[in-house]
């Protein structure tokens, strides 16, 4: 098999793991965040950038690279590795979510999506087979099935309509993968109703994909049904097979995440917040543009050990964002990828060391969500940590 996985340490509290990811270009060792490089390039931030934070996988989207510049030339250029100059693990999202997302340019079948290019209107067929070759022409570590990702809120008929259609074009896609080097992970869907969470994740399974994801989540919902769609979910996966949460990357619900028995996580969010000027800290996110900072000669975390902190105060970084000068987006991002990278690393020694519950309850208690509510559920948590 082009991936395996080993798993090094189990919580006895919670159910948070660690464990390794062998890949074609490397291993990374879980729990993973995995950065988000919808178009080849993690926004601002150039490979060794990347490696600097210790980044150990990224992520592209085949909707993007497919539509430019075309699966065909990142394959003549000798692949994607080679292509964005990073040679650790890729992983490939199928563009599923992003064709769902073009609500009123598309048209599903059973055999797959028509839709409308958003750059300039062309019309293009996804279906299973054709999104596995692109992926294959890519030549990603990991590639994802084609799934339709249900709306929120949407129907009982619905979601059960893409679930179903979501494990036909599964089994197609491995039907019609031909590359060794390449493994694809299945995904499993079936909306917020727990019944449909728990078929589809004994269908997926079945399927003996070398590694799981969950898709469908963090799509919209409150936090408390994310959090309960995916307690349904897990007990039906392999335990010995990597589990991979879609599009979550917020702090707090990374470790909720990982409570829960998730390895791999992606999201746009500690780039796409860095260039508004938000940076994260172990209490919460801190707006560089506020006057507070004109004069701060602190860095933003006094423990962070990224460049920027190590380099800048956050009275020039507040200077950066209010001249509009784009140094400002690349340092912020750097440090909101490294925070989310120490994280995990965090977690990972909470667990080898027997300690991720008190990790987990220490972290909560003392970082304060962007919003009201998760300040809430974070308060909830704390007064009755999960059971494994």
């Not at 292509?83 to 490939?92: E, K, Q, R, Y």
């Not at 839709?115 to 994802?144: K, Y």
């Not at 917020?250 to 969010?269: H, I, K, Q, T, Y």
């Not at 506020?290 to 902190?309: F, H, K, L, V």
Request: proline letters at 6%; glycine letters at 8%.
């Amino acid at each position: 098999m082009s991936l395996s996985f080993t798993i090094k340490q189990a919580c006895n509290e919670t159910l948070a793991r660690a464990g390794v990811l062998h890949t074609p270009h490397g291993p990374a060792l879980t729990p993973v965040f995995m950065p988000v490089g919808t178009q080849a390039t993690i926004k601002t931030l150039a490979p060794w950038d990347l490696t600097a934070v210790g980044a150990r996988i990224v992520l592209a989207n085949t909707y993007h690279l497919y539509l430019r510049p075309g699966a065909d030339v990142v394959a003549e250029l000798g692949g994607l590795h080679a292509f964005m100059g990073w040679d650790a693990p890729i992983l490939t999202d199928s563009g599923g979510y992003q064709v769902f997302s073009l609500a009123d340019r598309r048209r599903i079948d059973d055999d797959g999506v028509v839709f409308c290019s958003h750059i300039d209107g062309s019309e293009h067929r996804f279906t299973p087979a054709s999104v596995m070759q692109a992926q294959e022409l890519l030549g990603a570590d990991i590639a994802m099935a084609f799934d339709e990702c249900a709306p929120y809120p949407c129907g009982r008929d619905y979601a059960r309509a893409a679930m179903e259609r979501t494990h036909r074009w599964a089994e197609a896609g491995l039907a019609a993968k031909t590359r060794p080097d390449q493994a694809l992970f299945g995904i499993t869907q079936g909306g917020m109703y727990e019944d449909l969470r728990c078929e589809s994740a004994r269908f997926i399974a079945g399927l003996d994909t070398p590694g799981i994801a969950i898709g469908g989540l963090s799509v919209g919902e409150p936090k408390d049904v994310t959090w309960r769609m995916l307690e349904v979910t897990v007990p039906h996966l392999p335990a010995h097979k990597p589990r991979y949460l879609m599009g979550v990357g917020s702090p707090e619900d990374l470790v909720e995440g990982v409570a829960r028995g998730v390895d791999m996580f992606d999201c746009v969010l500690p780039t796409r917040i860095a260039r508004n000027g938000a940076l994260l800290t172990a209490t919460g996110r801190l707006n560089i543009r506020n006057a507070a900072y004109e004069r701060d000669p602190r860095p933003i975390e006094a423990d962070c050990d990224c460049s920027t902190c190590q380099h800048f105060s956050r009275a020039y970084l507040r200077h950066l964002f209010k001249a509009q000068e784009v140094l400002g987006l690349r340092l912020a991002s750097v440090h909101n990828v490294r925070f989310l990278v120490r994280l995990m690393d965090h977690m990972r020694a909470a667990i080898m060391a027997g300690e991720f519950a008190a990790f987990r309850q220490s972290f909560l208690a003392a970082y304060r969500p962007a919003d009201a509510k998760a300040r809430e559920r974070n308060r909830a948590a704390r007064r009755a940590p999960m059971a494994a």
